[in-house]
């Protein structure tokens, strides 16, 4: 039997209340998508069999899962995206420690996302099953097999750009994602359109050439990969290229014009532990692993073992030494 307008009404109200129930507990964006197959099946398939993904096997992992959500949680009808703003002003480095200092990516400064996220995730599932009984859901954060940019445009949360950030014309690009997906049938919200435009800051800027066509990425190449999740050695090519990143990297979206004077999150767990947003790699280059331990501990640098992190360090401490003795550009 069809819908009602009754029964329409009562989804849309319901919807309304998860996701003013999303923003109670933190979540700046928040959007509904249909749990529906991906649209790029095909595409993510040949990137993989190109090898794109590099030491990333986890992607390859679950693909069926990965490109339908109802293959994850079987009779999904909606997917609740949300997202947490976690942009933040950096205070310049001083001077006497610019030679010794390398950046860290923005989300990796504050507690560990997948702490946060992860938890009010499970806060928002267990409210949908107990408001609507029988209800079955699942959360992800970034470690489950869902392609979750796909969700979040799909959600209207935003659109992926060039450089496969999802990006909010509300919020800019500097964004974690989450998903709960849910056996309920609530109304999805219109998918967000492309503001790139013509647009190509991201591709000219990325320094290792990383982003190799608009919305297409060789992971292999991009200095967040590098430092993050690639174990060995690393091209010397690509380590000059690497500049001062120790770990992760935010050019690509520190050129867009969409985070040219992005909001500021308001999330305490997610304030910079220091506000330059640096390390000292002369000192990380040596660390004994009791430093190691705390100077990551409940934060998402702790996915770098400490031989990689002490590698990055000592590359980014290289370039620093590098860049001084060339002097200052003409």
């Known amino acids: 039997m069809p819908p009602t307008v009754v029964d329409r009404l009562r989804d849309h109200a319901l919807a309304s209340t998860v996701k003013a129930k999303a923003r109670a507990l933190g979540f700046d ?53 949300v997202a947490l703003n976690y942009y933040c002003e950096l205070e310049p480095v001083p001077e006497a420690d610019r030679r010794r ?26 409210w949908l099953r107990e408001t609507v009984p029988g209800t079955r859901t699942v959360c992800g954060v970034d470690t489950a097999p869902i392609l979750e940019r796909e969700m979040a445009a799909r959600a209207g949360v935003g659109w992926v750009g ?19 997906l849910t056996t309920l049938d609530l109304p999805p919200d219109e998918p967000d359109t492309d503001h790139c435009g013509t647009c190509t800051r991201c591709l000219d800027a990325c320094p290792t050439g990383a982003i190799t066509a608009p919305y297409e990425l060789d992971a292999t190449r991009c200095i967040s990969y590098l430092t993050i999740e690639h174990r060995g050695e690393i091209a010397a090519d690509l ?41 000292d790699v002369e000192a990380a280059k040596d660390w004994t692993t009791e430093a190691y331990h705390a100077a ?9 073992k400490l031989p990689q992190f002490q590698r990055n360090a000592a590359i980014a401490w290289r370039n620093l030494q590098a860049t001084a003795a060339a002097g200052p550009a003409e």
């Open 162 to 180: 060039k450089n496969t950030c999802v990006i909010s014309r509300e919020a800019g690009s500097f964004l974690l994602l989450g998903q709960v």
């Open 101 to 126: 200092h390398g950046r860290v990516a923005r989300y990796a400064l504050g507690q560990d996302y997948h702490e946060v996220i992860k938890k009010r995730l499970q806060t928002l599932a267990d």
């Open 29 to 81: 964006l928040v959007g509904v998508a249909p749990a529906d197959p991906s649209r790029f099946r095909d595409y993510f398939r040949r990137w993989l069999d190109d090898g794109r993904h590099g030491e990333m096997a986890y992607l390859a992992n679950r693909f069926d899962e990965r490109v339908d959500p109802r293959a994850y949680l079987p009779g999904a009808r909606s997917v609740v995206c």
């Open 239 to 279: 380590q000059r290229q690497m500049g001062d990143w120790v770990y992760g990297c935010d050019v690509c979206q520190e050129v867009c014009p969409h985070n040219r004077a992005p909001p500021a999150g308001t999330d305490p767990a997610l304030r910079p532990r220091v506000p330059t947003g640096t390390i």
């Open 296 to 304: 990551t501990r409940h934060s998402a640098m702790r996915r770098v």
